[in-house]
């Protein structure tokens, strides 16, 4: 079994750094964590190589070479291939340009099942999974919560999508691309003492546009289909936060806040 995970590090939201003049979020420049839906992906299908040792797992991420440090460290949890897809051609490519590009790497690979998150921290759309099924022409779901790997050997994997209202179950034909939701239960392996410092080096891949051959034109900002027009950042005034007894004063002064707000008639 041959299972490829989608992993994306993005910006912490405590370190936020946004280019107001482009339209797009610094990613050089911040803190960068490991996106929680993908992790769950990615923890899943560790948990399913520890039951099963022939599997192997690689990642695939697109983002700068700053994040080398978590590739680094994922490889020593268990991944047998970090892939990076890096160049400064590609900085503000929406999720189209995105989906192109790793799609384009993923139509080379061996896989049986390609894992991603969702959702994105820095984005939320839910599109990446879907559009890079689209390009290669395979099945996909989304908002998976579980997955049952009885009939793996049949070809086929069932899942749990969470259907908001239902929980909803379906088979699936492999090759196929499953996108989780963040679950804070499934958690990464632990890092033994052992493996902190080896050298993993010669099982990271590092890839830029030399190798995936794309014209400028189709890639980043000029390749986007999508692009931010404008962004409005509010500002919000602190508060003059007061305290008031339950007694006929408080009462009194509630009600005249209320009053002079118009959200009472005298």
Known sequence: MRILCLVK???????????????????DRVR?????????????????????????????????KGVMAHLEDLVRRGVDR?????????????????????????AGASFDILFCGTHTMDGGTGHVGHQIAEFLDL???????????????????EVAVDGEDSILRYS??????????????????????????EDCTDRILVLSNEDL????????LKGSLTWVES??????????????GTNAEGIGRVYQFLLNHGLVEE
């Open 82 to 106: 970090a892939t990076l897809i890096s160049d400064t051609c590609y900085l503000g490519s929406d999720t189209y340009v995105t989906s192109k590009v790793l799609a384009t790497y993923l």
């Open 139 to 157: 099945p996909s779901l989304s908002d998976i919560s579980d997955i049952d790997w009885t009939k793996v050997d049949q070809g086929e994997v």
């Open 231 to 244: 962004l409005e950042v509010r500002t919000y005034a602190k508060k003059d936060t007061q305290f008031v």
């Open 9 to 27: 590090p993005v910006p912490d939201a405590e370190s936020f750094d946004y280019d107001y003049e482009r339209n797009v979020l610094r990613r």
């Open 213 to 220: 051959n794309f014209d400028t034109n189709e890639v980043g």
């Open 32 to 64: 960068m964590i490991l996106n929680p839906d993908d992790t769950t992906a990615l923890a899943r299908a560790l948990r399913f190589k520890e039951e099963d040792p022939t599997t192997y797992v690689e990642t695939v991420s697109m983002a700068p």
């Open 172 to 197: 699936i034909a492999l090759p196929g691309v499953l996108g989780f939701l963040y679950n804070p239960k499934i958690k990464l392996p632990y890092l033994s003492y052992e493996a902190m410092n």
